[in-house]
């Protein structure tokens, strides 16, 4: 013998389950990525950084490197971060993409080569006076790259301690901790 309450369960669930009937389940969606401004600062690229021994390239930067300043002081590398972004996060975050400055796009030898930047490194575009900092974001317009076909990027940042003014490529960058 069944409880009378287990035969009013079954019929709900019959009635439920027929009027459920003609509904389908949603396909699921791509899952959506939330739109970031890309902000940290970087070189991408064969740059090259002002040490006291001459230009190196900046892939072959090293802590405890000294690097020649604005001021005229050397400042020494404390860290060197790589930030690799492969092509996936590349395509969903657009404004992660370099910003590509030509060569000499400020004057003869600034910068001495093609430099790509990340969006948030800032840039002195005045060869004497290294006092207006932009971001190469304001540059993009100007200075754009088709640099959607990467399969990957690596952005290479390094720190000196405190903040500095050092020359990359022939042009004033900050660098920040």
Not at 44 to 50: I, N, P
Request: glycine letters at 8%.
């Amino acid at each position: 013998m069944q409880p009378s309450g287990t035969v009013i369960e079954l019929d709900r669930f019959r009635r439920v389950r027929e009027a459920i009937a003609g509904f389908t389940r949603p396909e699921p969606t791509e899952k959506v990525e939330p739109k970031l401004d890309w902000y940290l600062p970087g070189f991408a690229g064969k740059s090259r950084v002002t040490t006291i021994f001459g230009d190196l390239p900046i892939e072959a930067l090293r802590v405890r490197d000294d690097l020649r300043t604005y001021s005229g002081a050397n400042a020494q590398v404390q860290l060197v971060d790589r930030v690799h972004l492969d092509q996936d996060f590349l395509r969903k975050q657009p404004s992660a993409l370099p910003v590509r400055i030509p060569a000499n796009a400020f004057g003869h030898g600034r910068p001495s080569q093609d430099m790509l930047l990340s969006a948030g490194q800032e840039i002195c575009p005045d060869a004497h006076v290294a006092s207006t900092f932009i971001k190469a974001n304001e540059l993009r317009g100007r200075y754009n790259s088709d640099l959607t076909q990467y399969a990957g990027l690596t952005y290479i940042r390094f720190h000196c301690g405190v903040p500095a003014i050092v020359r990359v490529d022939g042009i004033w960058v900050r660098v920040r901790n």
